[in-house]
C-alpha cells in the first residue's frame, strides 16, 4: 500500500501560480508512476499528467499542456504539480494517485488515491 498526501491548494487570481506537493510513503516501490487528477463539481474525475518514477517521463492532457509541469523528487519521494497561467476552468479539487499499470491515463488504473486538495481560481 501507498499513502499519498497532498499539499498546497489555495486561491488565486485567473493568470496566477500554485505548486502542489504530493508526499508517498509506504510501499512506494511498487509504484511505476504518479498522476495528477481533477474534480471539479458535478464532473467526472479528469487526468491532468503522470510521471513515471524510474525515468521521470512525463505526460499531459491537452487542458494544460503547456501550462503545467509535473515533477518528482526520489530522493523525497515527492511528485510536484507546477500550475501557471491558471484559468478559472482549473478550479477543482485535485488528487495525486500512484499506479503499477503501463501507461495509464484513467483514473481506473490507479491504485492509491490521495484526500485532494482544493484549487480554486477566481476570474
Known amino acids: 500500500q501507498v499513502q499519498l498526501v497532498e499539499s498546497g491548494g489555495g486561491l488565486v487570481q485567473a493568470g496566477g501560480s500554485l505548486r502542489l506537493s504530493c508526499a508517498a510513503s509506504?510501499?512506494?516501490?511498487?509504484?511505476?508512476?504518479m498522476g495528477w487528477f481533477r474534480q471539479a463539481p458535478g464532473k467526472e474525475r479528469e487526468f491532468v499528467a503522470r510521471?513515471?518514477?524510474?525515468?521521470?517521463?512525463?505526460y499531459y492532457a491537452d487542458s494544460v499542456k503547456g501550462r503545467f509541469t509535473i515533477s518528482r523528487d526520489n530522493a523525497k519521494n515527492t511528485v510536484n504539480l507546477q500550475m501557471n497561467s491558471l484559468k478559472p476552468e482549473d478550479t477543482a479539487v485535485y488528487y495525486c494517485?500512484?499506479?503499477?499499470?503501463?501507461?495509464?491515463?484513467?483514473?481506473?488504473?490507479?491504485?492509491?488515491w490521495g484526500q485532494g486538495t482544493q484549487v480554486t481560481v477566481s476570474s
Open positions: 509506504g510501499r512506494t516501490f511498487s509504484a511505476y508512476y
Open positions: 510521471i513515471r518514477w524510474s525515468d521521470g517521463s512525463t
Open positions: 494517485a500512484s499506479s503499477i499499470r503501463l501507461l495509464p491515463t484513467m483514473a481506473r488504473e490507479y491504485d492509491n
